[in-house]
């Protein structure tokens, strides 16, 4: 089984920006979709974004639609989500996730948490004046 190891958490001021980077292992990006997922205190777990490289498809939620880019970098094995125009309820840990390339990446699947076969340990993201 893969791993997946996510950093780049933080504080920082309603409008700033952040960077987070889910570092795998074992998995090869051309079979597996990689998507990002967040939770807050009392929240159920959200999908943020979710990207396929086989299928050169990305998805948003609608949330983050605009603010957040997702994007990946193969020969680092790396999945990043720079996120922009930063609000109080951003605010939460991330978790990185990754699913079978074949079943993931659909409009109404890739959201789903219980679709996912591993998951990260997540990075606080708290977005706060």
């Known amino acids: 089984q893969g791993q997946l190891v996510e950093s780049g958490g933080g504080l920082v001021q309603p409008g700033g920006s952040l960077r987070l980077s889910c570092a795998t292992s074992g998995f090869s990006l051309d079979y597996y979709a990689i998507t990002w997922f967040r939770q807050a205190p009392g929240k159920e777990r959200e999908g943020v974004a979710c990207?396929?490289?086989?299928?050169?498809?990305?998805y948003y939620g609608d949330s983050v639609k605009g603010r957040f880019t997702i994007s990946r970098d193969n020969a680092k094995n790396t999945v990043d989500l720079q996120m922009n125009s930063l609000k109080p309820e951003d605010t939460g840990v991330y978790y990185c996730?990754?699913?079978?390339?074949?079943?993931?990446?659909?409009?109404?699947?890739?959201?789903?948490?219980?679709?996912?076969?591993?998951w990260g340990q997540g990075t606080q993201v708290t977005v706060s004046s």
């Open positions: 990207i396929s490289t086989s299928k050169d498809i990305t």
């Open positions: 996730a990754a699913g079978e390339d074949s079943y993931v990446p659909y409009v109404s699947v890739w959201y789903q948490a219980a679709v996912y076969v591993s």
